[in-house]
């Protein structure tokens, strides 16, 4: 499984802070953002920052691997 | 001695913060601050309270990276970063910065950097909440 968790503004697009989704050999990011976009037309407008494991990837045909963590984040506003 | 790097719910001392950095070395001949904290206002509305909200684990490994990068960057000799993650209102503590150096160009410079590398970098989020309702804060440079 892919663990996917969504912060701030992005999981009130979502009505969720996280979610599974099935692994599949040669899944990529981009697949995962389909896949959700799918269901929550709009929720990536405003992603600015995606995170696998914790590092900020900004290829969407980066593979996945299973158990992989997914962030998917609006600009950060901290301080 | 708390950890120089830190997420928490709860206020911090900056006295505590100072004195941690003062016992670290004895070279040190300046210390730069910065607090961050609750505005009472927001673009011409009343701001009764701020929320936070992080992805804690990469928010602290990215500050630590943060501090690490700014002590080799401007030669300081350490340097502290705390910032809370709860519900604050006006006059509350958000964030302290510190930096400790040699001298103070060195203290100033790296602080600053390091508050606004956090703002860039550090993935957590406030949203403001209003006597009109709530909203996330669209990031100021």
Known sequence: MIKVLFFGPVAD???????????APGMTLH??????????????????????????????????HDNDEIAFMAKFSGG | M?????????????????????VSSKSIGGIATFLGCA???SEGRDVS???????????????QKLRSEAIDRFGLLDARIVHRVTTVRAGDNIVFIAAAAEHRAAAFD????MIDELKQRVPI??????????SWVTPHP
């Open chain 1, 13 to 23: 697009r979502v009505q969720t802070r996280e979610m599974q989704v099935e692994f």
């Open chain 1, 31 to 64: 697949d995962v953002i389909a896949h959700i976009g799918m269901q929550y037309p709009g929720a990536f407008s405003i992603v600015s920052f995606i995170a696998v494991n914790q590092q900020q990837v900004h290829d969407k045909q980066t593979v996945l």
């Open chain 2, 2 to 22: 708390s950890e120089p790097v830190r997420i928490q719910e709860a206020d911090f001392s900056q006295d505590e913060e100072i004195a941690a950095l003062k």
């Open chain 2, 39 to 41: 505005r009472d206002f």
């Open chain 2, 49 to 63: 309270e701020i929320s936070f909200e992080a992805y804690g684990s990469m928010a602290l490994a990215e500050m």
């Open chain 2, 110 to 113: 790296g602080c600053r950097w």
């Open chain 2, 125 to 134: 989020w406030k949203k403001e909440i209003t006597p009109q309702g709530e």
